[in-house]
């Protein structure tokens, strides 16, 4: 069974840092593109950042470039979100998410993880 | 950016009618890489659509995606209980990778 699973979710403070993981089993987790997306309390979906399968190429959405950092480790099947100078809204459930297939450059995502709250406040 | 605007914002249907819910771009969608995403309240969202007209595995036949360049469709031709929820399109061929405000469909 494909499965994700997210954690390193906290309460931390503006300005702070938080390293978000998610394990991944049940698929070749090294040839799948993967991306975090994040969901703020009450609001819509929001792409954060997705890396290839090789990790040759990272793509960040702008209001997080500079601070957050999309990394993987396909050793250890586990994608990871560093983020640096946190700020109140980037409050939200992080969720990481797998490529449908490995065909075509870009895909939707089809196996989601159940999500990491991360709350910036002081 | 590629915004994405849905209509309406909320449907009000009993179960058995059908459901037609909008998705604009403004501007053209890449390979129509076009995606549509169920949400439940305290669950992560399910894809159901992609390449605008593709139904994803295990997905049943009364959700269809149509629709080419800047006009999307997701329909549900009868609806069942479990499918009132949030549905949210992407579209995941420009970066970055846009969704819209979500739909949300309700119980009457």
């Known amino acids: 069974e494909v499965q994700l699973l997210e954690s390193g979710g906290d309460l931390v403070q503006p300005g702070g840092s938080l390293r978000l993981s998610c394990a991944a089993s049940?698929?070749?987790?090294?040839?799948?593109?993967m991306t975090w997306v994040r969901q703020a309390p009450g609001k819509g979906l929001e792409w954060v950042s997705s890396v290839t399968g090789s990790a040759d190429y990272t793509d960040h959405t702008d209001s997080v470039k500079g601070r957050f950092t999309i990394s993987r480790d396909n050793s250890k099947n586990t994608l990871y979100l560093q983020m640096n100078s946190l700020r109140a809204e980037d409050t939200a459930v992080y969720y990481c998410?797998?490529?449908?297939?490995?065909?075509?450059?870009?895909?939707?995502?089809?196996?989601w993880g159940q999500g990491t709250m991360v709350t910036v406040s002081s | 950016e590629i915004v994405l605007t849905q209509s309406p914002g909320t449907l009000s249907l009993s179960p058995g009618e059908r459901a037609t819910l909008s998705c604009r771009a403004s501007?053209?969608?890449?390979?129509?890489?076009l995606a549509w995403y169920q949400q439940k309240p305290g669950q992560a969202p399910r894809l159901l659509i992609y390449?605008?007209?593709s139904r994803a595995t295990g997905i049943p036949d009364r959700f269809s995606g149509s629709g080419s360049g800047t006009d999307f469709t997701l329909a549900i031709s009868r609806l069942e209980p479990e499918d009132f929820a949030v549905y949210y399109c992407q579209q995941y061929g420009t970066s970055p990778r846009t969704f819209g405000q979500g739909t949300k469909v309700e119980i009457k």
């Open positions: 390449a605008a007209s």
């Open positions: 501007q053209s969608v890449s390979s129509n890489y």
């Open positions: 049940g698929f070749t987790f090294s040839i799948y593109t």
């Open positions: 998410a797998k490529a449908r297939t490995t065909t075509v450059p870009r895909d939707a995502f089809e196996i």
